[in-house]
């Protein structure tokens, strides 16, 4: 089911949207006493939560349709209408509709294996907060995890 998707990069932007809006209070005639932080260990549990309920719904529905069969594990196509799942499971249809996800591909950047990098997948157990630089946004991170990081108070660079 949907582990990297939307929800949960937008679960994530939403808190640091509301910290971001915290430290602005001000101007929205708010009183804050002292700094506002980030428990970023609660960030990622409020995440896993909401991710965890999503995964669960769509899952539910989806084993309850009518002639809807839910098959979970790794799948390679064996022609154009036959699928093997868990390399023992062999189902044929006209139509066939795999929920693949999407996963990061690590550019081939000399000196990139020596580095720190998140990707789209790493950067969901993410659960501290410090100060990250990145080359190319767009390959390392994307555009919605930096501007997750930088609301959420810590340092970033492009």
Known sequence: M???????????????????LARRGAE?????????RVDMKRVKARKDEVAGRSTR???EWLRGLKNCTVVQGHARFQSS??????DDEVLQA?????????RASVPPIQGI???SFLTNSSMMDVDFCRSI???S???MLGWNSLRCIAASGAKSRL
């Open 113 to 115: 294996n020596d580095a």
């Open 133 to 135: 630089s990145s080359l």
């Open 137 to 139: 946004a767009e390959v």
């Open 81 to 86: 209408r036959t699928v093997v799942v868990n």
């Open 2 to 20: 949907c582990e990297y998707g939307m929800y949960t990069t937008k679960t994530l932007i939403a808190s640091a949207y509301a910290a971001h």
């Open 57 to 59: 719904g769509v899952e």
């Open 94 to 102: 006209d139509k066939v509709f795999i929920n693949v996800g999407g």
């Open 28 to 36: 929205y005639g708010l009183v804050v006493n002292g700094d506002v």
